[in-house]
């Protein structure tokens, strides 16, 4: 493979205006028509998609070409009547195709075969939006079809395995057919515009870089809120839990790039090893550490937006008693000369009183403050990055109020709102990277190195709480998490920033 890839840099291509196929197994499922066809759609509405590109939609279901279009322009359109005859819709629409492929079935490629017969040298995207079990022959089926070509691109989407074995065990096998650089493992997250802004606020302006650090930046919060419970999928999260859902992967990507040193260039591989850097200088959590270093919360019955809501063991589809967390929260810190004695505190769950997620970065006080106490309350400066909703920056300062007298000082934001300055419709995340792997761009996936030291950093917190089992504690459905996650933060003189205004 490694003359494959050898190959296709030798071709030289031009990704803005060269064909491309991009097949999704798993064509109609949830994943597709929520997030990744409206992308491809909108990417072509756009003018950012080359003429000559195929969307082929994979699946063990049989369904006609005609089904298959009404069922997009479904999820694309909002109804499948809507958009007929427009020339956008209308050259999307002429992109679909669909095979009907059995994952584990080697004979039933052949039809995915002869769809792409005579396009080797065409920019191929296999998009893997199945359960993780399935990657391994999907990836052996599609070289036995002789389908991998030198322009050949593998998505992966998560979870990649449930610890570091699994993920291992997973990488493996699809390392057996594909190259790493091959590989594009996808978190969504990394697409946000927000995040991505995050970058540019760091590395393109000159005001931030001296401040950020140890000396200047008392601690970090990063929060990943949902209101949502399991939505019908208990089964599948009850083998998760927050930890692994969301911590190993989203929250750990956004505490790279806000701790990462600047990179030499925005090359993927500068890129990642920046990010690796700090996934590998995490100071570990495990064994009785756990008891004060995290927190584990279950949600019981509550109210939502003023609607009752069932608690996790009530839920419709739950199979049994179960410990498993919907929220954590942990006291991180990163062994490194820049971060030194900072700590980095995560929390995240389901069912929360706000579907959000924020990064708050909170500055030293002055080391000296000239006011009286008359003046009122001394409030720390922050920069708050929104990454959704209201995408936009915050920068909190002290001001003077107007008027004579004694000095009163109040807290004040410079607001940074991305739909006031750029318009109300940002790109989805999926948007972005899609377009990225079409165009053969791997800065915003995942290397297998971060993944592995992503995993490495979680499983000890995992062993830690099997050896000395912490306690699931409570939360009502609407709150922000048990008092237990209060008091992990409160105990360094400390409080969650909650203002999400």
Not at 322 to 330: K, L, N, P, R, W
Not at 394 to 420: E, H, I, V
Not at 451 to 474: H, M, N, S, Y
Request: with cysteine.
């Amino acid at each position: 493979m490694t003359v494959a890839i050898a190959e296709a840099a030798a071709a030289k291509p031009n990704p803005a205006t060269d064909p491309f196929d991009i097949v999704v197994f798993g064509g109609h499922g949830d994943l597709a028509r929520r997030k990744l066809l409206p992308a491809l759609y909108h990417l072509d509405l756009e003018g950012r998609l080359p003429d000559d590109g195929r969307v082929v939609a994979v699946s063990r279901g049989t369904m006609t070409r005609d089904a298959y279009v009404a069922m997009v322009a479904e999820a694309c359109l909002g109804d499948a009547a809507r958009g007929k005859g427009d020339a956008i819709w209308e050259r999307f629409a002429a992109r679909l195709q669909y095979a009907t492929v059995d994952a584990k079935d080697a004979p039933s490629y052949a039809s995915l075969a002869g769809m792409l017969s005579g396009r080797d040298r065409t920019a191929r995207v296999f998009y893997l939006a199945t359960a993780p079990d399935l990657f391994g022959p999907i990836a052996h089926n599609l070289a036995a079809a002789s389908l991998v070509t030198p322009v050949t691109r593998l998505v992966l989407e998560k979870p990649l395995g449930h610890d570091l074995a699994s993920s291992q065990a997973i990488n493996s096998e699809v390392g057996k057919v594909f190259e790493e650089g091959q590989i594009y493992r996808i978190d969504h997250y990394l697409g946000k515009e927000a995040v991505q802004n995050l970058m540019a606020l760091r590395f393109a302006n000159s005001l931030f870089e001296p401040l950020w650090n140890r000396n200047y930046i008392d601690h970090v919060q990063i929060t990943v809120a949902e209101t949502v419970g399991v939505a019908g999928r208990w089964a599948y999260y009850d083998k998760s839990g927050a930890l692994r859902d969301m911590v190993q992967n989203h929250m750990l990507q956004l505490l790279c790039l806000v701790a990462m040193e600047p990179p030499i260039s925005l090359e993927a591989d500068a890129v990642r090893d920046a990010k690796l850097n700090v996934l590998r200088s995490l100071e570990p959590i495990g064994g009785s550490d756990t008891a004060h270093l995290s927190v584990r919360g279950q949600y019981r019955a509550g109210a939502i937006e003023g609607q009752p809501v069932p608690g996790y063991q009530d839920e419709p589809d739950k199979a049994g008693a179960s410990d498993t967390e919907t929220f954590v929260a942990i006291k991180a810190g990163i062994g490194n000369w820049r971060w030194s004695g900072v700590p980095f505190y995560l929390r995240t769950g389901k069912r929360l009183a706000s579907r959000m997620s924020e990064i708050v970065v909170e500055f030293h006080q002055p080391p000296h403050f000239l006011y009286p106490k008359s003046a009122g309350a001394i409030e720390p400066n922050r920069l708050i990055i929104r990454v959704q909703p209201n995408e936009g920056v915050r920068l909190q300062l002290l001001n003077k109020q107007p008027g004579p007298g004694d000095p009163k000082l109040r807290q004040t934001a410079l607001n940074l709102s991305f739909a006031d300055i750029f318009g109300d419709r940002l790109p989805d995340a999926y948007e972005r990277l899609l377009l990225d792997v079409i165009r053969g761009r791997p800065a915003l996936f995942m290397s297998l190195a971060e993944l592995e030291a992503a995993w490495r950093w979680t499983d000890q917190i995992l062993d830690g709480w099997a050896q000395f089992p912490l306690p699931v504690k409570p939360y009502t459905a609407g709150g922000w998490g048990p008092a237990a996650s209060l008091a992990l933060i409160e105990r360094d003189g400390r409080s969650w920033f909650e203002d999400f205004t």
